[in-house]
């Protein structure tokens, strides 16, 4: 399902997780729960993936993260705004120490000038520290492949959080 790079990144992830003694909760939107998948596929995941949450919707965001709903009719779904408060939601709705938060357009539809396809929204908070925001344009690719890069983002940002000293 996934290829060789995404893999050895998982396994090296979920190994770098469980000396840290850190888990992870994902909360996707334009990813469809793929990060979590990839960490699943790695023997010996279920020690540092506590949960992932799949909020494709302004609802389910709103419901499962509580992401504000004033947020999402203000700043959108796709915003640095939403994808911090699904990290943020994330770790408030789980035992992790370490959450994701993944938002964009995938396309091929969907974009607009300022939120054209290819726009991800990523955002990471690992408990007691700030959260990191990052903005990714990945410009007219596939769905898939902005799928797929976008798990390349997440899993970049999941490996700094876990790299962060005290």
Request: hydrophobic residues 45%; proline residues 5%.
């Amino acid at each position: 399902m996934f290829d060789d790079a995404l893999q050895a990144r998982a396994r090296a992830l979920v190994a770098l997780y469980r000396e840290a003694g850190l888990t992870i909760v994902t909360a996707e939107s334009c990813t469809g729960g793929l990060i979590a998948g990839l960490i699943t596929e790695v023997p010996g995941s279920s020690a540092v993936l506590e949960r992932g949450f799949v909020t494709y919707s302004n609802a389910a965001k709103a419901q499962s993260l509580g992401v504000p709903t004033d947020l999402l009719r203000e700043f959108g779904a796709v915003s640095t705004q939403t994808a911090q408060a699904m990290a943020a939601g994330a770790l408030t709705h789980s035992m992790a120490k370490v959450a994701v938060g993944v938002t964009g357009v995938a396309g091929p539809g969907g974009g607009t000038p300022d939120k054209p396809v290819g726009l991800v929204q990523f955002a990471c908070q690992r408990r007691g520290f700030p959260v990191v925001a990052r903005e990714m344009r990945f410009g007219p690719l596939t769905r898939a492949e902005i799928r797929h890069a976008s798990i390349h983002t997440a899993l970049d940002l999941l490996t700094e959080a876990a790299q962060l000293r005290p």
